[in-house]
């Protein structure tokens, strides 16, 4: 663009106000820019065969005026008083010749003036014939208050010169002819964009603006500088925008980053050297408002048109004059139908997306890494450094690495001491099989986010010296495969055990030779199952079979409970193969049978490390003039100078960076429990168990489950149950770690040196019943006033009501309960995790008696003031009254009431759901004795006045006189009559009747 159209810019964006855009909030840059000013000039030039006539006048122009030369007329005195804003004089037309002018400003011009470059303008009055041209060969312009060289430049004595001034034509040069844009931290973003603001046009009208985020946020000229466009979908209740921590972090990374400055004195905008590191600008620039359907769709699948939404977002909401400036990225709900959370790169711009919505937005961490992952790849970098394979190389230690993309890069010191402050100490909830927030939340604590910092050195697959390591400075946790594709951990800054023959303790040179491991064994992947992941992928997206069918050839391996072949150690997959195993069923094989992984994949000789700071390709810009008009060609340049496309990536589902993050969890748990084995065993903690004890085969006779027991098991398998459950089944490897089938309920521990019996919530409603306790077999009484939560192994189990009868229930391994239907009618809840027991309706009448309350078989005491209903299980029961004697009854299935005939003279309701006592007539005659009152077996009182008609009931009674501490024994026979001893005879009459008498003397 030349000055003048600057100058028109400059005035259609002050006449038309609006136009020029407004930054959107922003977190301001680390440390305000404070340009300097720019007031002495030194300027140094040196002419070519032809010199500068002394008639001539030459004028500089710097910052829209010209310089004041303080000699003006060459004769080496300086001019008194001020100088003139030209030089004419002292010249003398000589050839090859050196001259030097200070000069100064008035006013002084601020540095940024230096993106419009130095002008030199030529005047001479001469007459045609007597041509004033003039060669210049070289210049040097510096500012004199710091030293900084502002312009250098030069031609060879013998070679085409910087410019010839000639009097008619060429009488203007300006030195950005010589140096195009500034670019002094070589950024690919110019000065002028830094300082001044990009300059483009916005349609429809074309009009002219100059958007100065960059110069309003700080953006430094001589720090290396990022600039990224950030948008997000928002359905007005739902917003994609990512978390101010997560861009924060990735600011901090940058900043970090192994990078130095301009060196202190060659930046010619500030007084002071600029920080190291990279300097990222990251504009939020705004919310995308769209339907709650349109955001919930995948921002990357074409339509019928081949476009998709990611493109048609970027088109209508990124200024495309920002192309040559700034990345631009968009976070959304998904990425497409396969469950990615980010891709790249789109177009020559290398733009990129997010997509980590439709599993809630991610923690912080998987916010930030997501977007520095994605970035590297605009940046330049792949999965391995300079290409995308081989991926997860133990020595090349950054985020584009999947190890890390999901979690940082942890210091394994860090991780190591929260995970064994947290995890290991016994008791522990943690199942390694299924990590869990807490670990997640002690990775991303130890970790760090970073690309590689340096070219570690190549690993020999075949000659692996574990004195070596992997040559880190730096304590980043290592992981690799062995040739059984089980991994394993490492401290990069350590020895490593690569073939893991010492538990983690690797062998010393010289006794200890380099060994060989297939260090990659885990990505070599042969054959899979339709869908492993089955069940883990977006919302309303189908899954498939995730059952292995086929059989892997000898050569190759399948890990134990995988659905997936790998290669051997070879490297080199042979299922599939003419006369080997054939690939069966839906099974899909991933790489065509005989496919050579690490010749494919460039590692057969070697695993190299990559450094990714000193190798990412900052944007270059080109501003090429074509008919006039400026056009901007952004995107990375590739060997041969030419700008290449994007690259479109594929980057791992969710599901897929979940389950490598287990593994590598895992990995690390055993390994580092392996290599701290306590010296008390393995730990068994059943303390959450309803069960009073626990067994364990093995281990003698029953343990207290309200302890936790430190023990010393062979290894191999062993059994736990509690009483009624079925046995579980747990394995100990040497070092005491327990493991068990995955999915294993009501337990946790794996992986560790603690075994964690927790069981299974069951709750346990029996409120509806008349019974004060009810139980389970083996696991002892609850009340059953309140809803009860046991905590039990699956297993067959008989509910209890003491004297009553029992009813067989069965937990499942899934923690639901189940019973035979012939029980639906008092027990509900089959299919859940809670039993309700709700008995049958049974009123018992007591009305007629004297006696003030009644019992059921030791549940309980009711008054027989008036008929009670009581809901009461199938069974044995017996009508008790105190000290007197028990009746006993039945209840049906049907919930109807059964008794012997013997009883029928006190009992009736037999056939129906009322249970009704009606007892004997008794008349108990005291009047004779000096007492108010008597009492009968602690069942009341009565007074003396006169005789008392009672109903009671056969069996034992005793007469007690109140006050008086007499007692007298008879009892009420089968048929109603009186009998008493004969010694009782002098206190009582009326044997053998239905009146006891008592006797005066008896009181």
Not at 66 to 79: K, L, Q, S, T, Y
Not at 152 to 172: A, C
Not at 390 to 405: A, G, T
Not at 746 to 770: E, F, K, Q, Y
Request: include cysteine; hydrophobic fraction near 35%; aromatic fraction near 8%.
């Amino acid at each position: 663009m030349s000055k003048a159209m600057r100058i028109l810019v400059g005035l259609m964006v002050n006449i038309l106000g609006g136009l020029a855009i407004v930054p959107a909030a922003a977190p301001p840059a680390s440390a305000e820019l404070n340009l300097s000013m720019t007031c002495h000039l030194r300027i140094e030039l040196r002419t070519g065969s032809d010199g500068i006539h002394d008639d001539s006048e030459e004028k500089i122009v710097f910052g829209a005026q010209a310089v004041v030369f303080d000699d003006a007329n060459g004769d080496n005195v300086v001019d008194d008083p001020g100088g003139q804003r030209f030089h004419q004089g002292g010249t003398g037309d000589t050839r090859y010749t050196d001259f030097t002018w200070d000069t100064h400003l008035q006013p002084c011009v601020p540095s940024s003036a230096l993106v419009d470059g130095f002008t030199f303008e030529h005047t001479t009055r001469a007459a045609d014939i007597e041509a004033d041209n003039w060669d210049m060969q070289r210049v040097q312009i510096t500012d004199m208050e710091s030293g900084v060289v502002l312009l250098s430049t030069s031609s060879p004595d013998d070679g085409p010169v910087i410019h010839r001034f000639r009097k008619n034509d060429n009488k203007v040069w300006n030195s950005r002819e010589r140096t195009g844009e500034l670019d002094t931290d070589h950024d690919g973003l110019t000065d002028r964009d830094e300082l001044l603001g990009v300059t483009g046009s916005r349609p429809p009208l074309g009009l002219p603006v100059i958007d100065r985020w960059l110069s309003d946020h700080d953006a430094d000229p001589c720090r290396k500088t990022i600039a990224v466009e950030i948008d997000w979908l928002n359905d007005g209740n739902v917003s994609d925008r990512p978390s101010a921590a997560a861009l924060n972090e990735a600011r901090q990374m940058f900043s970090d980053a192994p990078k130095p400055a301009v060196p202190p004195g060659e930046c010619p905008y500030h007084r002071w050297s600029s920080p190291p590191g990279i300097q990222l600008l990251l504009h939020e620039d705004e919310a995308i408002m769209v339907s709650p359907t349109d955001r919930m769709k995948p921002l990357d699948v074409p339509d019928a048109q081949n476009r998709t939404d990611f493109e048609r977002y970027r088109a209508a909401h990124f200024a495309a004059y920002r192309a040559g400036t700034f990345y631009y990225t968009l976070w959304g709900w998904a990425i497409d139908n396969k469950g990615s959370t980010g891709s790249c790169c789109v177009g020559v711009g290398q733009d990129f997306m997010i997509g980590l919505g439709w599993v809630g937005g991610g923690t912080v961490r998987q916010q930030s890494v997501n977007f520095v992952h994605e970035l590297g790849h605009a940046l330049g970098l792949g999965h391995g450094g300079p290409s995308n394979d081989p991926n997860y190389k133990p020595n090349y230690l950054s985020v584009m690495n999947y190890r890390y993309s999901n979690t940082g890069l942890p210091d394994y010191t860090a991780w190591s001491n929260l995970v064994w402050a947290n995890l290991m100490q016994a008791p522990t909830a943690a199942d390694l099989a299924s990590p869990s927030a807490a670990m997640r939340t002690w990775i991303e604590t130890s970790s760090r986010l970073d690309y590689s910092r340096r070219r570690l050195p190549s690993l020999q697959r075949g000659a692996l010296v574990e004195a070596n390591g992997v040559g880190s400075p730096d304590p980043t946790v290592v992981a690799w495969w062995d040739d059984q594709v089980q991994m394993h951990i490492g401290d990069g800054s350590q020895p490593l055990d690569w073939d893991w023959s010492g538990a983690g303790v690797p062998g010393t040179p010289p006794t200890s030779p380099a060994v060989s491991v297939d260090l990659l064994a885990g990505i070599q992947v042969c054959v899979t199952a339709d869908n492993p992941l089955a069940g883990s992928v977006p919302p309303g997206q189908p899954t498939l079979n995730n059952t292995l069918e086929t059989t892997p050839d000898a050569g190759d391996l399948q890990p134990a409970g995988s659905t997936t072949i790998y290669s051997g150690k070879d490297g080199i997959c042979t299922t599939g193969l003419p006369g080997k195993s054939p690939v069966a069923g839906s099974d899909t094989a991933t790489v065509p049978p005989g496919t050579d992984f690490p010749r494919q994949r460039g590692y057969d000789d070697g695993i190299d490390g990559y450094d990714d700071w000193g190798h990412i390709t900052f944007r270059t810009q080109r501003r090429m003039n074509l008919n006039g008009d400026e056009q901007i060609i952004a995107g990375i340049v590739g060997p041969d100078g030419q700008m290449l496309p994007g690259a479109h990536i594929d980057e791992p589902t969710w599901a897929e960076q979940q389950q490598a993050f287990a593994a590598f969890n895992r990995a690390f748990i055993l390994d580092a429990l392996r290599r701290k084995a306590p010296t008390d065993g393995t730990l068994v903690d059943a303390t959450a168990l309803t069960a009073p004890a626990i067994a364990i085969n093995g281990v003698s006779g029953w343990l207290d489950a309200r302890k936790t027991h430190a023990l010393h098991l062979s290894p191999g398998t062993h059994t736990l149950s509690h009483p009624g459950s079925a046995p579980i089944s747990f394995t100990v490897d040497a070092a005491g770690v327990v493991d068990y089938a995955p999915g294993l309920a009501g337990v946790s521990g794996r992986g560790t040196h603690t075994l964690t019996v927790t069981g299974l919530p069951i709750g346990l409603d029996a409120t509806g019943l008349s019974y004060p306790n009810i139980g389970l077999s083996g696991l002892g009484w609850q009340n059953a006033r309140q809803v009860q939560t046991l905590h039990v192994l699956p297993g067959a189990y008989t509910l209890v009501v003491g004297g009553v009868g029992g009813w067989p229930i069965r937990i499942g391994a899934d923690g639901l309960i189940d019973y035979d239907d012939q029980y639906g009618t008092i027990l509900s809840g089959k299919a859940t995790s809670t039993l309700t027991v709700t008995g049958v309706p049974v009123t018992v009448d007591a009305s007629d008696l004297s006696y003030p309350n009644f019992g059921l078989s030791g549940h309980g005491w009711w008054s027989t003031r008036q008929p009670q209903t009581l809901r009461l299980l199938p069974g044995s029961h017996s009508l008790v009254v105190g000290g007197i004697g028990a009746w006993p009854f039945r209840i049906g299935a049907d919930g109807l009431i059964d008794y012997d005939d013997q009883y029928g003279t006190i009992l009736s309701g037999k056939g129906t759901t009322t249970l009704t006592v009606t007892g004997f007539r008794v008349v108990v005659d005291a009047t004779a004795v000096s007492y108010p009152y008597f009492g009968l077996s602690g069942q009341g009182w009565w007074g003396t006045r006169h005789p008392q008609a009672l109903r009671l009931l056969p069996g034992p009674h005793t007469y007690v006189a109140s006050g008086s501490s007499d007692r007298a024994q008879f009892r009420v026979t089968a048929v109603g009559l009186i009998d008493y001893d004969d010694q009782t005879a002098t206190a009582l009459s009326g044997r053998g009747t239905t009146t006891l008498t008592v006797i005066a003397s008896a009181s």
